[in-house]
């Protein structure tokens, strides 16, 4: 018999996406929120919503479990869903855990033991070494990959080509896996140049069933993080799948393993030999796309096994249907080396495939949590299809007042390689150069902004209408607009309700701009295009085809560079990002040279490393590590050398 009442213990998207299975098998949904979230969608979706210190804190959940009268908790993914302390307090307090046994966690979420426990299973795994019995720094077989041994989702890995750059990759690898997992313990691998990303999805039940749903391919990464998923993978025949198929049946059965989970493999991508890198004990962020080809709600079928029930379909049963991909909308800039973003959403469009998210206009995107916002997921009969479906959902994504890496997805998913399914998972950061979205604004653009700005201060005195209304003729008003890429100047005369003339370079276009709504439709020289527009304070935010600008207006006797912009002459360091400082690796009155790394900011488990801009001494130094600091924050301050 199915629950009546479940805890999320989770936020964001993947507590949403969980809510609504809930709701449709007429289950009360318990939300969890921070003080932060309080406003957060997760909690307006729910039925019922408690506050918790933070979404870590296990004693607090369960207190919130019982208090709401749920009898089980979903994890989702992240946070508490691969603690087998957590797993084992719900039992203690007579919850269920929507999820596999503890040992089956501890035994998996466990790097070194779960390949040791795979092997010996006969699941083929890569060569390497782990601590405690090897000393990885007197490892010499290069390339190869450094892990942590209780991580998961990329975090902390390092590859390393060369002996002498290992000292440095562990020091910052064991630094990640402590304050991620809070353990050091790693692991290295020799590193397979070029491999591709497979993974293949399980379930089992407690009656001893275990059975594979396919496989997805993970192969579109970044900083061995996932962008962009497929299902099925356009390498794997029928036959392959079968095999990586049972060997990843063999690797659930051998831990014991109940629920969804997904094991990871490394393939050549010249051989197709595969090798088990991991299994990940959870519901994986990527599961839509398995989801869209077999018809099966994965978490509906997590609900039943934990409540006891055998799977409905055997292994036999399992058929792939046509082509799904997903890409994953963060709230990072890659016009700034894909430093994370954030701010308050002020306008929202989702596209007519399936959106798993957890934005809402009004909500505020911070640092605290990972930057996914969002995963936008298309399907179709075949690969061909399903991209193209993909690239006119991701058009059609807007998220004004956050800068997002949808205009870099829609690069991605149009590259020939992706297309031709030529993919390993080193392929984005080669073709990188390709896919990071020009910074400079197109003139259209500028046009159509310094139109908005001309227009809106509009009222009905004919001497305070900023047409540039006078008796004889119109004159021409000159707007300063900054925007990422600078200062730029936008003339505008007339009324661009009725009729204008617009100038940004080059000769005068006959204009005129139509407001309905949040859409704008401007025509430009007989050209017209259609934007998404808002507005925060002084700042003005367009939308068209997936990409946003924000533009304010540059006033007479503005500096003419924005805070972050400061040269490198001025010796001002300043926070590339919002976030928290982690690590000083200088002191005030040092000696430094330009390159020297200074401070280490950490926002959304991401770490940046902030340089000196010159040789110099260093004259000031505000951060301290542990405090958090805003963008464009002064971190240091190195006065430059005597010359």
């Known amino acids: 018999m199915l629950f009546d009442r479940v805890l999320i213990a989770n936020r964001g998207e993947i507590a949403v996406r969980i809510a609504r299975t809930l709701r449709t098998l007429g289950i009360t949904s318990v939300a969890v929120h921070t003080a932060s979230d309080a406003g957060a969608k997760h909690v307006r979706e729910a039925d019922i919503a408690l506050q918790v210190p933070t979404y870590l804190d296990i004693e607090a959940i369960v207190e919130a479990a019982r208090d709401s009268g749920a009898r089980a ?11 087998a302390a957590f797993a084992r307090r719900c039992a203690a307090a007579g919850l269920v855990f929507v999820g596999p046994p503890a040992g089956a966690i501890e035994a998996m979420g466990d790097k070194i033991r779960a390949k040791a426990t795979v092997s010996a299973a006969g699941v083929p795994v890569v060569p390497g070494g782990a601590e405690p019995d090897d000393a990885l720094a007197g490892w010499r077989d290069f390339p190869a990959l450094i892990k942590p041994s209780a991580g998961g989702g990329g975090k902390g890995m390092v590859l390393v080509r060369s002996a002498a750059e290992l000292p440095e990759a562990l020091e910052s690898a064991r630094r990640t896996a402590r304050a991620a997992f809070g353990d050091g313990t790693l692991l290295i691998e020799r590193y397979v140049e070029r491999p591709r990303h497979i993974e293949i999805q399980i379930l089992a039940d407690t009656h001893g069933a275990v059975v594979h749903l396919g496989e997805r391919e993970c192969s579109l990464q970044r900083r061995h993080q996932k962008i962009v998923e497929e299902a099925p993978s356009p390498f794997v025949t029928p036959e392959t799948r079968a095999r990586m198929g049972a060997a990843a049946v063999e690797a659930a059965r051998a831990v014991g393993y109940v629920g969804a989970g997904t094991v990871e493999f490394i393939v050549d991508g010249a051989t197709g030999a595969y090798h088990f890198m991991e299994m990940n004990t959870r519901l994986q962020v990527e599961h839509p796309v398995t989801e869209l080809v077999t018809g099966l709600d994965l978490v509906e079928l997590q609900l039943r096994v934990a409540a006891g029930e055998r799977l409905p379909f055997a292994q036999e049963d399992v058929r792939l249907d046509g082509h799904a991909v997903e890409a994953r909308v963060y709230a990072e ?29 009004g909500g505020v995107v911070g640092s605290e949590y990972d930057p996914m916002l969002a995963k936008v997921v298309a399907w179709a009969p075949d ?25 870099f997805l829609r690069a991605l998913a149009a590259h020939p390689a992706v297309l031709a399914g030529e993919l390993d998972t080193g392929l984005v950061e080669r073709v990188l150069p390709d896919l990071v979205p020009d910074a400079e604004v197109p003139d259209e653009v500028l046009a159509a902004a310094g139109l908005v700005f001309h227009a809106l201060p509009q009222g009905g005195d004919p001497w305070e209408v900023t047409d540039g209304w006078r008796l004889g003729e119109h004159a021409w008003t000159t707007w300063r607009l900054e925007s ?5 100047e936008v003339r505008v005369r007339g009324l661009p309700a009725e009729s204008a003339e617009v100038l940004v370079r080059g000769e005068p276009a006959a204009a005129r701009i139509q407001a309905r709504d949040a859409g704008l439709t401007v025509t430009i020289g007989g050209r017209t295009e259609h934007y998404l527009h808002a507005r925060d304070a002084g700042t003005l935010w367009l939308g068209k085809d997936g990409r946003a600008w924000a533009f304010t207006r540059h006033l007479i006797g503005d500096p003419g560079d924005r805070p972050g912009a400061a040269a490198a002459g001025d010796g001002v ?62 971190l240091a301050v190195v006065t430059p050398e005597e010359t």
């Open 383 to 407: 690969r061909e299809a399903a991209f193209r479906a993909l690239d006119r959902a991701l058009s059609g994504t807007a998220v004004l007042g956050v800068v997002t890496n949808v205009p």
């Open 333 to 361: 800039d890659p016009a700034r080396g894909f430093l994370p973003t954030g701010g308050r959403v002020l306008l929202l469009r989702e596209p007519a495939v399936r959106v798993d998210s957890g934005l809402a206009e």
């Open 484 to 488: 990422r890429d600078g200062v730029h």
């Open 73 to 83: 908790v979903h994890p989702g993914y992240g946070f508490l869903a691969e603690n």
């Open 573 to 634: 360091v300043r926070s590339p990002m919002p976030g928290t400082v982690l690590v000083v690796k200088a002191q005030a009155g040092d000696r430094v040279s330009e390159g020297q790394p200074l401070v280490i900011v950490e926002a959304m488990k991401m770490e940046h490393t902030v340089t000196a801009p010159c040789d110099g001494v260093v004259s000031e130094l505000p951060a301290q590590p542990g405090r958090p600091v805003d963008m464009d924050a002064v």
